[in-house]
Antibody, heavy 119, light 109 residues
């Protein structure tokens, strides 16, 4: 069974930092692109960042470029999202998602973790 | 970047058919994927590559695409189908590749 388990989020002040992790199991982790998708309260889904299987390519949504860093540890089957200089508008549920074989779609999702940026 | 437009809401009575549209420039040239999200839950894929149902998704769910509109059709709607539905495409011009529509709330009357 494929499982994706995000770490706990939390409350962070504007300008602060937080690191999310997503532990994967049930598949050959290093063979798959992994994504982080954000959902602001009452809003829709937005792709935030992605990383390829070897960890040699990363991509970011424009609003997080220069502030967020995605990485992975294939030995530990874990993907990370380091979030720096957080803004109020970064508030939301962050989902870890596995992409299918060609990165076109999400075929498995974590349960999500809530990040609240507020003073 | 590529933009996907969905109606905010649709409704259907139990046993009837619900259609959820997703508009985008020449969207028929892209593969469109659909996700269902119930309150407090993670999204779940209900249609991939325009018309392929993932394992476990009822045959009542179908998909199509033509011109500038992709459509998710739910036949014989049930109360359990009430949820938010999102379309998604892979955008080669986007750094992050996944583009989602704004979502459509399906209300079962």
């Amino acid at each position: 069974e494929i499982q994706l388990m995000e770490s706990a989020g939390g409350l962070v002040q504007p300008g602060g930092s937080l690191r999310l992790s997503c532990a994967a199991s049930g598949f050959t982790f290093s063979s798959y692109w992994m994504h982080w998708v954000r959902q602001a309260p009452g809003k829709g889904l937005v792709g935030v960042s992605r990383i390829n299987g070897p960890g040699t390519y990363t991509g970011y949504e424009d609003s997080v470029k220069g502030r967020f860093t995605i990485s992975r540890d294939n030995a530990k089957n874990t993907v990370f999202l380091q979030m720096n200089n957080l803004r109020v508008e970064d508030t939301g549920v962050y989902y870890c998602a596995r992409a299918n074989w060609n990165d076109e779609l999400a075929d498995n999702w974590g349960q999500g973790t809530l990040v609240t940026v507020s003073s | 970047s590529y933009v996907l437009t969905q109606p905010p809401s649709v409704s259907a009575a139990p046993g009837k058919t619900a259609t959820i549209s997703c508009g985008g420039d020449n969207i028929a040239r892209q593969s469109v994927h659909w996700y269902q999200q119930k309150p407090g839950q993670a999204p779940v894929g209900v249609m991939y590559y325009d018309g392929d149902r993932p394992s476990g998704i009822p045959e009542r769910f179908s998909g199509s695409s033509s011109g500038n509109t992709a459509t998710l059709t739910i036949s014989r709607v049930e109360a359990g189908d009430e949820a938010d539905y999102y379309c998604q495409v892979w955008d080669s011009t986007s750094d992050n590749s996944w583009v989602f529509g704004g979502g459509t709330k399906l209300t079962v009357l």
